[in-house]
């Protein structure tokens, strides 16, 4: 059975960064596209960005492009999300994602339970 992990959420300021991680258990790591998406209260989850299952290709949602960077390590079954210059709009639980990949919510067939990232301003 497939699980994902999420952890290094947290309390940062306004302009500051944080580093999310994602293990990946239970399956063959490289076999997926990795994705990150985040639900702010009272909102729909949106896609964030997507990483293909070597790690060459990444593509990003215009509200990160430029701030936040998709990278994996299939030795160590793990995606991360290093986010920098970070905003108050960007609190929400950050969820990662595994499967066939792309923007879509529905083209990922497992989830991680989530972490918080809280920015203030």
Known sequence: QVRLVESGGGLVQAGGSLRLSCLFSGGTFSRYVMGWFRQAPGKKREWISFINRSGSIT???????????????????????????????????????????????????????????????
Do not use: H
């Open 59 to 121: 593509n990003y949602a215009d509200s990160v492009n430029g701030r936040f960077t998709i990278a994996r390590d299939n030795a160590k079954n793990t995606v991360y999300l290093q986010m920098n210059s970070l905003k108050p709009e960007d609190t929400a639980v950050y969820y990662c994602a595994a499967g066939p990949g792309g923007s879509s919510l529905n083209r990922y067939r497992y989830w991680g339970q989530g972490t918080q990232v809280t920015v203030s301003s």
